[in-house]
């Protein structure tokens, strides 16, 4: 049995869609065969941020279908000045085998997408869209998160476009677009007990530009014990970024001295055809643990030259990598 949920106010002509407000809605499973949700008006959440966690939540949804050519307009401007922590447009949690295609999420006041407790899901030609400057607008969040593909996609926000939180394993990056944001992130992790390891990351075929930082894996300093391994990063091209390829073990609050050493242990992380511009003089920047060194760290095929002309340069910490083909920057110093 196939179940929808549809929501269109426009009969074929895209410059006839209607905006409407729209409450916080909570759809919750289990539910019987496939369930697809059919978007392809506008929605509008209501101003300010009137609700602590989600604006829509779909809760042990399976087989869930998400598609049309409609927009989730989270309305953040009415709320990024109001609260510190603003609510998601769309959660999921323990919602497996979902598909998610050609949907627009606009302004959202927190993560556009919210990724908790789940195995199997698919976003697919998604554009997400909110001003540099919007705080903690993360594209797609995700922690506990099994089996996830992002494809073919366009992700502009205010912080992460993706960010591949703790438990996550086997999350495949394909074709995103990347910036303005802080770049596609592995952590922060280790800051609570309960943190799981990160397994299995592959990001191939992407641009980031003007953003913040590149490709970031961050743990906390000090941490709890949890691995970060199996992660590769292949033919990304990055255009005008700070930090391009940054492993980032002192990772801490902006106002606080990092106590401790990160006990997170980074390994086997590949950077193969990785190459355009940085707008930092350090292109490469490997900071890891002095108590957990990383282990097993390999370039390939690096070409970073610094934005408007001149040399960028590497810096390394409690690192020991493997080098093969063009080096630019030149490699640390053994």
């Not at 009137?50 to 998400?66: A, E, H, K, M, R």
């Not at 789940?118 to 909110?130: K, Y």
């Not at 106002?255 to 590949?270: A, L, M, T, Y």
């Amino acid at each position: 049995m196939e179940r929808d949920l549809r929501i269109r106010w426009y009969d074929g002509d895209t410059s006839s869609r209607r905006e409407v407000l729209v409450n916080k809605i909570e759809l919750g499973g289990p539910c019987n065969g496939q369930v697809t949700f059919q978007l392809d008006g506008i929605i509008v959440a209501p101003e300010g941020n009137p609700y602590s966690d989600c604006w829509f939540t779909f809760q042990g949804v399976d087989n869930l279908n998400i598609q049309g050519s409609g927009m989730f307009d989270g309305n953040g401007p009415s709320a990024w000045e109001h609260c510190p922590v603003c609510a998601a447009t769309v959660g999921f949690y323990g919602t497996n085998n979902a598909h998610i295609q050609d949907i627009t999420s606009l302004n959202s006041e927190g993560f556009h997408f919210l990724i908790d407790g789940v195995d199997g899901m698919t976003f697919e030609n998604i554009n997400i869209t909110a001003p540099g400057n919007s705080p903690n607008t993360d594209g797609i969040n995700m922690e506990n998160a099994n089996n996830i593909q992002i494809l073919d996609s366009n992700i502009g926000t205010g912080d992460d476009c993706v960010a591949i939180g703790q438990g996550s394993t086997n999350i495949n990056v394909t074709g995103v677009n990347c910036g303005p944001g802080h770049g596609i992130s592995i952590g922060s992790i280790g800051k609570v007990a309960e943190d799981k390891s990160v397994q299995g990351v592959q990001v191939q075929s992407s641009t980031l530009t003007s953003t913040q930082n590149g490709l970031r894996i961050k743990s906390w300093a000090p941490s709890y014990p949890v691995n970060v391994s199996d992660v590769t990063y292949q033919n990304i091209t990055i255009d005008n970024a700070n930090n391009p390829i940054i492993i980032d073990q002192t990772y801490c609050y902006a106002d606080e001295q990092c106590p401790g050493d990160s006990k997170v242990q980074i390994s086997n992380v590949k950077y193969i055809g990785v190459t355009g511009t940085s707008a930092s003089p350090v292109a490469v920047d490997l900071q890891c643990s002095n108590s957990m060194p990383c282990q097993d760290i390999y370039l390939e095929n690096i070409d970073l030259s610094l934005t408007g002309g001149g040399q960028t340069s590497s810096s390394c910490a409690n690192v020991n990598p493997t080098y093969s083909g063009t080096q630019n920057p030149a490699p640390c110093s053994q």
